[in-house]
């Protein structure tokens, strides 16, 4: 059964820092990993999608790696803002109807 | 383009009452999905269709139905509701296709609910 993990599950930085937010799943078996943004009271905003296949993506400031062979992936997120502040959630998909497997997310806060 | 659209925003039922949770997508995507969301977790599928009049179970269906009448609604109905079925629920679509499977999915503003 797949299983994914995010740590930590909190984070406080002030602003500036460059930073790295942590995924680990358990079955490499995917088709794809997500990253999501999640403001309070809000739905998920979906960041990055790693297509099995790739290695990473980038978006602006924000960076995502995958190594499958590993079960790992990572989201870099450069010089880092207040309005970064949210929960990011990273979820994988492993079978062929886009159902996703999500970790418990990892809440970003950005202190000017 | 209004996305995916959930109502209500918040609910308070009682227990043993019933109600039907909405949602609706305006991008004609064939994949929709029903997650429930409980505090410092992560999501947990619920129910999700492939298209119209196809349906089937996620993770966590116990005590929830669903229909999907046409592509552009995917109703969550809760039949007796239990302190346990306090949660956030998100409902999402994906434009997945044969052969493209590597499609984001795209969520509502989700609905909060409460069962006293």
């Known amino acids: 059964k797949q299983e994914v993990t995010q740590i930590p599950a909190a984070l406080s930085v002030p602003e500036g820092e460059n930073l790295v937010l942590n995924c680990s799943f358990t079955?490499?078996?995917?088709?794809?990993l997500q990253w999501f943004r999640q403001d309070p009271g809000k739905g998920l905003t979906s960041l990055l999608l790693?297509?099995?296949?790739?290695r990473e993506q980038t978006s602006g400031r924000l960076n995502a790696s995958l190594d499958k062979s590993s079960g790992r992936s990572t989201l870099y997120i450069a010089a880092s803002q207040p309005g970064d502040s949210a929960t990011y959630l990273c979820?994988?998909?492993?079978?062929?109807?886009?159902?996703?497997?999500f970790g418990q997310g990892t809440t970003l806060q950005v202190k000017p | 383009n209004a996305g995916v659209t959930q109502t209500p925003k918040f609910r308070i039922l009682k227990i043993g009452q019933s109600m039907t949770l909405q949602c609706t997508q305006d991008?004609?995507?064939?994949?929709m999905y029903w997650y429930r969301q409980d505090p410092g977790m992560g999501l947990k599928l619920i129910y999700y269709?492939?298209?119209?009049?196809?349906?089937d179970k996620g993770e966590v269906p116990n005590g929830y139905n669903v229909s999907r009448s046409t592509t552009e609604d995917f109703p969550l109905r809760l039949e007796l509701a239990a302190p346990s079925q306090t949660s956030v629920y998100f409902c999402?679509?994906?434009?997945?296709?044969?052969?493209?499977?590597?499609?984001?999915?795209?969520f509502g503003d989700g609905t909060r609910l409460s069962i006293l």
């Open positions: 999402a679509s994906s434009d997945l296709k044969q052969g493209q499977l590597n499609q984001p999915q795209h």
């Open positions: 979820a994988v998909s492993s079978g062929n109807t886009g159902k996703l497997i």
């Open positions: 079955d490499s078996a995917i088709y794809n």
């Open positions: 269709s492939v298209g119209a009049g196809i349906t």
């Open positions: 790693i297509q099995s296949s790739q």
């Open positions: 991008m004609n995507h064939n994949y």
